[in-house]
């Protein structure tokens, strides 16, 4: 059971728009940054978004975070079959004093 | 290039040790805070430790407290994980990462503890 909430599984088409969405709590994400990481399959994760919103250089602006309150979503417009991945939200917990992992949301682009 | 490059998974016995290396290359190593997550096969993401720049603050998650020592040689561009009293569940790919937003990911390597 982890700390953060997410939806298993997102689904769409190329060029649609998805978002995934990741639920905590005041000692997480209402208090701490979200980052949010995209593990293709067979790889090591990958830093899509930091700060809750920022975009590390080479990132392309189809993704998008945003967060309210102690809930988050990463956003991906003009959806692409490339994009079909693992996506992972994660930020620090004051109460345990480290780092918490959503489940990961699991993307298929149809 | 930035490089982080994990070594030093294998094989191991329930009640055995490892040690894993990462080496980092094309950053000043120095400056980060570095961290060790794994990932058992066919599941998530878990954070296991981090450790300041200098040493002198490191966190674990509870499950592998008193059993896993997390350390640096900022000589060397390098990080440690010292891990004892392994368990079944322990097996995974352990990567190491660097970075407050754990920014660059290394490869893995892969822990495995059967009898």
């Known amino acids: 059971q982890s700390v953060l909430t997410q939806p298993p599984s997102a689904s769409g088409t190329p060029g649609q728009r998805v978002t995934i969405s990741c639920s905590g709590g005041s000692s997480n994400i209402g208090r701490k940054a979200v980052s949010w990481y995209q593990q293709l399959p067979g790889t090591a994760p990958k830093l899509l978004i930091y700060n809750n919103n920022q975009r590390p250089s080479g990132v392309p602006d189809r993704f998008s975070g945003s967060k309210s309150g102690t809930s988050a979503s990463l956003a991906i417009s003009g959806l692409q079959s490339e994009d079909e991945a693992d996506y992972y939200c994660a930020t620090w917990d004051r109460s345990l004093d480290g780092w918490v992992f959503g489940g990961g949301t699991k993307l298929t682009v149809l | 290039e930035v490089q982080l490059v994990e070594s030093g998974g294998g094989l191991v016995q329930p009640g055995g040790s490892l040690r894993l290396s990462c080496e980092a290359s094309g950053l000043i190593f120095s400056n980060y805070w570095m961290t060790w997550v794994r990932q058992a096969p066919g599941k998530g993401l878990e954070w296991v430790a981090n450790i300041k720049q200098d040493g002198s603050e490191k966190y674990y998650v509870d499950s592998v407290k008193g059993r896993f020592t997390i350390s640096r040689d900022n000589a060397q561009n390098s990080l440690y994980l010292q891990m004892n009293s392994l368990r079944a569940e322990d097996t995974a790919v352990y990567y190491c990462?660097?970075?407050?937003?754990?920014?660059?990911w290394g490869r893995g390597t892969t822990v495995t503890v059967s009898s």
């Open positions: 990462s660097s970075g407050d937003a754990m920014d660059i």
